[in-house]
Protein backbone atom coordinates (compact mmCIF):
# COMPACT_ATOMS: atom_id res chain seq x y z
CA UNK A 1 0.00 0.00 0.00
CA UNK A 2 1.20 3.44 -0.73
CA UNK A 3 2.54 5.56 1.90
CA UNK A 4 0.45 8.80 3.23
CA UNK A 5 2.15 11.64 4.75
CA UNK A 6 -0.12 13.93 7.50
CA UNK A 7 0.76 16.92 9.44
CA UNK A 8 0.67 16.37 12.69
CA UNK A 9 -1.65 18.32 14.12
CA UNK A 10 -4.29 21.33 12.92
CA UNK A 11 -6.64 23.86 14.77
CA UNK A 12 -10.04 24.54 13.43
CA UNK A 13 -12.32 27.18 15.06
CA UNK A 14 -15.61 25.69 15.52
CA UNK A 15 -18.15 26.39 13.08
CA UNK A 16 -15.72 26.76 10.49
CA UNK A 17 -14.04 24.31 7.58
CA UNK A 18 -11.69 21.97 8.47
CA UNK A 19 -9.20 20.86 5.75
CA UNK A 20 -6.91 18.05 6.73
CA UNK A 21 -4.06 17.56 4.08
CA UNK A 22 -2.44 14.27 2.99
CA UNK A 23 0.12 13.46 0.29
CA UNK A 24 0.20 9.91 -1.39
CA UNK A 25 2.68 10.63 -4.19
CA UNK A 26 2.98 6.59 -4.27
CA UNK A 27 -0.68 5.95 -5.29
CA UNK A 28 -1.15 3.46 -7.33
CA UNK A 29 -4.13 3.04 -10.00
CA UNK A 30 -6.07 0.67 -8.57
CA UNK A 31 -5.66 2.16 -4.65
CA UNK A 32 -8.24 4.00 -2.79
CA UNK A 33 -7.81 6.86 -0.74
CA UNK A 34 -9.84 6.17 2.24
CA UNK A 35 -9.81 8.63 5.58
CA UNK A 36 -11.17 7.47 9.24
CA UNK A 37 -11.12 9.17 12.35
CA UNK A 38 -10.25 8.20 15.84
CA UNK A 39 -12.18 10.12 18.97
CA UNK A 40 -9.95 9.36 22.42
CA UNK A 41 -10.39 5.87 23.58
CA UNK A 42 -12.79 5.12 20.81
CA UNK A 43 -12.32 3.15 17.87
CA UNK A 44 -12.09 4.77 14.41
CA UNK A 45 -14.90 5.62 12.82
CA UNK A 46 -14.84 5.65 8.75
CA UNK A 47 -15.55 9.14 7.44
CA UNK A 48 -15.30 8.51 3.06
CA UNK A 49 -13.67 7.30 0.83
CA UNK A 50 -12.69 7.90 -2.95
CA UNK A 51 -11.03 6.69 -6.38
CA UNK A 52 -10.27 9.79 -8.47
CA UNK A 53 -13.75 11.71 -8.23
CA UNK A 54 -14.12 14.20 -5.20
CA UNK A 55 -16.81 12.70 -2.98
CA UNK A 56 -19.42 14.28 -0.63
CA UNK A 57 -21.35 12.28 2.22
CA UNK A 58 -23.19 13.59 5.44
CA UNK A 59 -20.41 13.84 7.21
CA UNK A 60 -17.34 14.95 4.82
CA UNK A 61 -16.38 15.83 1.52
CA UNK A 62 -13.06 14.20 -0.27
CA UNK A 63 -11.12 16.56 -2.57
CA UNK A 64 -8.61 14.29 -4.77
CA UNK A 65 -6.34 16.19 -6.94
CA UNK A 66 -6.00 14.83 -10.51
CA UNK A 67 -3.18 13.37 -10.40
CA UNK A 68 -4.07 11.71 -7.26
CA UNK A 69 -0.68 12.40 -5.92
CA UNK A 70 -2.50 14.16 -2.74
CA UNK A 71 -5.87 15.09 -1.40
CA UNK A 72 -7.81 17.10 0.76
CA UNK A 73 -10.27 15.90 3.68
CA UNK A 74 -13.08 19.01 4.03
CA UNK A 75 -15.56 18.97 7.40
CA UNK A 76 -17.78 21.93 6.70
CA UNK A 77 -18.57 23.08 9.70
CA UNK A 78 -16.51 21.56 12.35
CA UNK A 79 -17.70 21.03 15.62
CA UNK A 80 -15.86 20.73 18.85
CA UNK A 81 -17.16 17.00 18.38
CA UNK A 82 -14.96 16.32 15.32
CA UNK A 83 -11.91 16.75 17.41
CA UNK A 84 -10.27 13.11 16.85
CA UNK A 85 -7.25 11.70 15.13
CA UNK A 86 -7.83 11.74 11.43
CA UNK A 87 -6.25 9.27 9.84
CA UNK A 88 -5.32 9.35 5.36
CA UNK A 89 -5.21 5.67 4.50
CA UNK A 90 -4.27 4.60 0.99
CA UNK A 91 -5.23 0.75 0.50
CA UNK A 92 -6.69 -1.28 -2.51
CA UNK A 93 -10.61 -2.49 -2.74
CA UNK A 94 -11.53 -5.54 -1.00
CA UNK A 95 -9.76 -7.97 1.24
CA UNK A 96 -6.63 -5.17 1.61
CA UNK A 97 -5.25 -4.39 5.30
CA UNK A 98 -5.56 -0.96 6.70
CA UNK A 99 -2.29 0.33 7.41
CA UNK A 100 -2.72 3.61 10.20
CA UNK A 101 0.07 6.26 9.84
CA UNK A 102 0.28 8.50 12.90
CA UNK A 103 -2.51 10.69 11.08
CA UNK A 104 -3.20 14.23 12.15
CA UNK A 105 -4.83 15.88 15.64
CA UNK A 106 -7.24 17.84 14.89
CA UNK A 107 -8.33 20.25 17.56
CA UNK A 108 -11.65 22.17 17.24
CA UNK A 109 -11.39 25.44 19.23
CA UNK A 110 -14.70 26.83 20.64
CA UNK B 1 -26.57 0.23 10.43
CA UNK B 2 -22.77 -1.38 10.25
CA UNK B 3 -22.26 -2.02 14.53
CA UNK B 4 -19.47 -3.73 15.85
CA UNK B 5 -19.00 -4.33 19.71
CA UNK B 6 -16.47 -5.67 21.60
CA UNK B 7 -16.72 -7.45 24.81
CA UNK B 8 -15.41 -6.41 27.95
CA UNK B 9 -14.85 -2.43 27.21
CA UNK B 10 -12.44 -2.94 30.32
CA UNK B 11 -10.75 -5.65 31.77
CA UNK B 12 -8.12 -5.74 34.67
CA UNK B 13 -6.49 -9.22 35.30
CA UNK B 14 -3.54 -10.33 36.99
CA UNK B 15 -0.31 -11.52 35.26
CA UNK B 16 -0.28 -15.11 33.88
CA UNK B 17 -4.10 -15.03 33.54
CA UNK B 18 -6.08 -15.57 30.22
CA UNK B 19 -8.55 -12.98 29.21
CA UNK B 20 -10.88 -13.34 25.88
CA UNK B 21 -12.18 -10.39 24.27
CA UNK B 22 -15.12 -10.71 22.04
CA UNK B 23 -16.01 -8.90 18.52
CA UNK B 24 -19.17 -9.06 16.74
CA UNK B 25 -20.70 -7.18 13.94
CA UNK B 26 -24.57 -7.34 15.09
CA UNK B 27 -26.21 -5.86 11.71
CA UNK B 28 -24.06 -8.05 9.32
CA UNK B 29 -22.21 -10.17 8.31
CA UNK B 30 -18.20 -10.13 8.59
CA UNK B 31 -16.47 -12.95 6.60
CA UNK B 32 -13.43 -10.59 7.69
CA UNK B 33 -12.56 -9.16 10.81
CA UNK B 34 -9.23 -7.44 12.28
CA UNK B 35 -7.39 -7.33 15.53
CA UNK B 36 -5.62 -3.85 16.29
CA UNK B 37 -3.13 -3.12 19.45
CA UNK B 38 -2.82 0.59 20.20
CA UNK B 39 -0.44 2.00 22.98
CA UNK B 40 -1.07 5.52 24.83
CA UNK B 41 0.22 7.92 21.72
CA UNK B 42 0.55 5.25 19.46
CA UNK B 43 -1.10 4.90 16.10
CA UNK B 44 -3.12 1.72 15.72
CA UNK B 45 -1.27 -1.97 14.91
CA UNK B 46 -2.53 -4.83 12.77
CA UNK B 47 -2.47 -7.72 14.60
CA UNK B 48 -4.32 -10.47 12.68
CA UNK B 49 -6.72 -10.69 9.98
CA UNK B 50 -9.27 -13.56 10.52
CA UNK B 51 -11.53 -15.02 8.01
CA UNK B 52 -14.65 -16.83 9.13
CA UNK B 53 -13.65 -20.26 9.35
CA UNK B 54 -10.30 -20.58 8.77
CA UNK B 55 -7.07 -20.14 10.58
CA UNK B 56 -6.31 -16.31 11.30
CA UNK B 57 -3.12 -14.69 9.24
CA UNK B 58 -0.64 -13.01 11.97
CA UNK B 59 1.25 -10.03 11.80
CA UNK B 60 5.03 -10.11 11.87
CA UNK B 61 6.41 -10.20 15.12
CA UNK B 62 2.69 -11.05 16.64
CA UNK B 63 3.30 -14.24 18.78
CA UNK B 64 0.35 -16.33 17.62
CA UNK B 65 0.18 -18.85 20.61
CA UNK B 66 0.11 -15.75 22.94
CA UNK B 67 -2.91 -14.17 20.76
CA UNK B 68 -5.47 -16.81 20.06
CA UNK B 69 -8.14 -15.45 17.68
CA UNK B 70 -10.93 -17.57 16.74
CA UNK B 71 -13.30 -16.76 14.28
CA UNK B 72 -15.75 -19.39 14.06
CA UNK B 73 -18.64 -17.89 12.80
CA UNK B 74 -19.56 -14.81 10.71
CA UNK B 75 -20.60 -11.99 13.30
CA UNK B 76 -18.40 -13.16 16.12
CA UNK B 77 -14.55 -13.24 16.66
CA UNK B 78 -12.83 -13.61 19.81
CA UNK B 79 -9.06 -12.85 20.67
CA UNK B 80 -7.40 -14.64 24.13
CA UNK B 81 -4.70 -13.12 25.55
CA UNK B 82 -2.75 -16.12 27.20
CA UNK B 83 -0.45 -16.00 29.78
CA UNK B 84 -1.05 -12.24 30.09
CA UNK B 85 1.84 -10.16 31.35
CA UNK B 86 2.16 -5.60 32.13
CA UNK B 87 3.83 -5.77 28.72
CA UNK B 88 0.33 -6.79 26.98
CA UNK B 89 -1.14 -4.08 28.77
CA UNK B 90 -2.74 -2.02 25.34
CA UNK B 91 -6.21 -0.75 23.87
CA UNK B 92 -7.38 -3.85 21.61
CA UNK B 93 -9.86 -3.00 18.85
CA UNK B 94 -11.54 -5.10 16.44
CA UNK B 95 -13.00 -4.24 13.10
CA UNK B 96 -15.36 -6.03 10.51
CA UNK B 97 -15.36 -6.12 6.53
CA UNK B 98 -18.94 -6.71 5.41
CA UNK B 99 -18.78 -9.91 3.10
CA UNK B 100 -21.13 -7.63 0.78
CA UNK B 101 -19.03 -5.04 0.42
CA UNK B 102 -17.21 -4.26 -2.71
CA UNK B 103 -14.86 -1.60 -1.31
CA UNK B 104 -12.52 -1.96 1.89
CA UNK B 105 -14.46 -0.06 4.86
CA UNK B 106 -13.73 -1.29 7.73
CA UNK B 107 -16.51 -0.73 10.72
CA UNK B 108 -14.85 -1.01 14.00
CA UNK B 109 -15.75 -1.93 17.40
CA UNK B 110 -14.99 0.62 20.75
CA UNK B 111 -12.20 -0.99 22.04
CA UNK B 112 -11.28 -3.32 24.85
CA UNK B 113 -8.89 -1.05 27.65
CA UNK B 114 -6.77 -4.14 29.03
CA UNK B 115 -4.50 -3.45 32.24
CA UNK B 116 -2.68 -6.46 33.38
CA UNK B 117 -1.22 -6.38 37.32
Known amino acids: DAKTTQPPSMDCAEGRAANLPCNHSTISGNEYVYWYRQIHSQGPQYIIHGLKNNETNEMASLIITEDRKSSTLILPHATLRDTAVYYC???????????FGEGTQLTVNP | GAVVSQHPSRVICKSGTSVKIECRSL??????MFWYRQFPKQSLMLMAT?????????EQGVEKDKFLINHASLTLSTLTVTSAHPEDSSFYIC?????????????FGPGTRLTVL
Open chain 2, 95 to 107: SARAATSSYNEQF
Open chain 1, 89 to 99: IVTKTSGSRLT
Open chain 2, 27 to 32: DFQATT
Open chain 2, 50 to 58: SNEGSKATY
